[in-house]
């Protein structure tokens, strides 16, 4: 018995998907990252289904050939049935940005929402139009099912990074395995409070981390090396999560003077991460041993441990203005802690060093055909690497789009970022205060408009920029006040993002 199965190509699963979830393009959105999560299961279910229906059929045919037993039959069938729904079998997901940005000199120009003098304390301004570079992040995952109902996930990433526009990058290349993690849920001698809990351990980033996409910055990013449980439910609307992370702090130079004399250690960060409702509270404690030994700079000694944490809100509407989303978030870290944002990935850290940052961010829709997302993130710190120093910056950031047809849209973005920042001359920078602000036009074509967490996007763009010129002043290394980009600066280029 021959059996012919004709798989739906992917792009018409896309479209299908897409259509079925768009509905009216112009209607509002009440949960746009719900959206986004339907539709990529609805594609990957689409391609599922053909391999269960070619497997059904072949089993089928086994079958009638007597090949199979009834119950053989039925446990295949279980198993194709599993691979369908996504509970099993092999899946892939992508993150890509890569486009050209040149100034109106014709020359490759400098950019990054970290370019300016502030970017290196991590505060960023607004990426649209405003990327030079190549990223792109492959993660491959695993799913099992076993017989007694527990399910594990093996998941691996890569990434890499490059400026070149070079189609042959391997000279600059820093293509690196980001994440290698197994975790293992649903696990009948689970009870109680683990009931619905999961656990995993290996190399990851953290489940719940969230970031302000349009500015390019975690609001709070936990990631390293360890293990952890997932959903422990303490009380009625209490769930909370535990995790150990180690990062390494190597290679660094113990006595200034004898380039030969040099250590490690590692930090360990213990972090409960607690959920009550829409409400997160999360709070880390960090230990260095030996990180104390670290001659960091003009004298002063690196911290051996640290503080961190952070109260968010993650609201359902738009300020409880109008449908859509919101979050904000306030945190606050001492000594190696005061790297609010990647939680225990800066050793150069003083005891004395405190940070408090704000981050908030939301979308909704202004007129049917009309979106908005603004943001705001801000920081001050003090004694972070040098007694006496002082790091203090606001990025206020709004991105625009106008939907015009089912594939075309003009998206707008402002930026605006003030700094104060007083290094004391540690890495030999300059105090510096001033103003910078970005402003980028960008017509966009899409498969299907509809909100801004829909990708992927090919987009055409002309920003322009300017900024103070005392912050030409701040550094020799840094991006402002280099060779032909001292201000007023025009920047064109064409990129593509893809997110799946």
């Known amino acids: 018995m021959n059996h012919v199965i004709f798989k739906t190509p992917l792009v018409v699963a896309v479209a299908a998907a897409g259509l079925a979830l768009a509905g009216n393009a112009t209607a509002q959105s009440t949960d746009l990252e719900a959206r986004l999560a339907e539709l990529e299961a609805r594609i990957e279910a689409a391609e599922q289904r053909a391999d269960a ?15 199979l037993s009834d119950e053989e039959v039925e446990e295949r069938l279980a198993k194709v049935e599993r691979h369908a729904s996504g509970e099993e079998g092999f899946s892939f997901n992508a993150y890509a940005r890569s486009g050209l940005l040149i100034g109106d000199d014709g020359k490759s120009a400098e950019g990054g929402p970290y370019l300016t003098p502030a970017g290196g304390n991590g505060g960023a301004v607004g990426r649209l139009g405003n990327e030079p570079d190549t990223y792109a992040e492959a993660i491959l995952n695993y799913r099992m099912r076993f017989d007694n109902g527990a399910k594990a996930k093996y998941t691996t990433m890569l990434a890499d990074g490059v400026t070149t526009s070079n189609d042959w990058t391997a000279d600059e290349s820093s ?134 944490t952070m109260v968010a809100y993650h609201g359902d509407s738009f300020f409880g203005l109008s449908e859509g989303n919101f979050k904000a978030a306030l945190i606050h870290g001492q000594g190696l802690g005061a790297e609010v944002k990647s939680i225990g990935a800066d050793g150069d850290l003083t005891d004395d060093a405190t940070t408090t940052r704000v981050g908030l961010y939301g979308t909704t829709y202004l007129a049917p055909q009309w979106r908005v997302a603004p943001a705001l993130l801000a920081e001050t710190s003090e004694d972070r690497y040098v007694d006496g120093d002082q790091y203090d910056w606001v990025t206020l950031n709004v991105r625009l789009a106008n939907e015009l047809t089912e594939n075309f849209e003009m998206q707008y973005e402002g930026s ?28 966009t074509f899409k498969p299907d408009v509809g909100g801004f967490w829909k990708r992927p996007e090919i987009r055409l763009f002309v920003s322009w920029s300017d900024w103070d010129d005392e912050l030409n002043g701040y550094s020799d290394d840094d991006a402002l006040g280099s060779d032909g980009f001292t201000g007023s600066e025009w920047t064109f280029g064409v990129q593509t993002e893809v997110w799946f």
Request: proline share 2%.
């Open 53 to 67: 229906a070619e497997e059904r059929a072949e089993l089928a045919e086994a079958r009638a050939d007597e090949r």
């Open 416 to 443: 605006y970022q003030w700094m104060d920042l007083d290094p004391q001359g540690f890495g030999g920078n300059n105090a510096v205060e001033g103003d910078y602000t970005k402003l980028t036009v960008a017509p």
């Open 175 to 308: 293509l690196n395995v980001r994440q290698v993690y197994a975790e293992f849920s649903d696990l009948p001698s689970f009870t109680g409070a683990f009931e619905n809990a999961s656990i995993w351990a290996g190399k990851r980033f953290d489940r719940d981390n969230f970031d302000i996409h349009w500015l390019d910055s975690d609001v709070i990013f936990l990631s390293g090396t360890g293990a952890g449980i997932y959903d422990m439910q303490l009380g009625e609307v209490w769930t909370s999560n535990l995790s150990l992370y180690g990062r390494s702090f190597s290679d660094y130079r113990v006595d200034s003077e004898n380039p030969d004399d040099t250590g490690s250690t590692d930090n360990l960060i213990l972090t409960s991460n607690n959920y009550f409702g829409d409400w997160q509270w999360m709070v880390s404690g960090m230990s260095a041993a030996d990180n104390d030994e670290r001659d960091i700079d003009l004298g002063q000694t690196a911290a051996d441990g640290g503080f961190h």
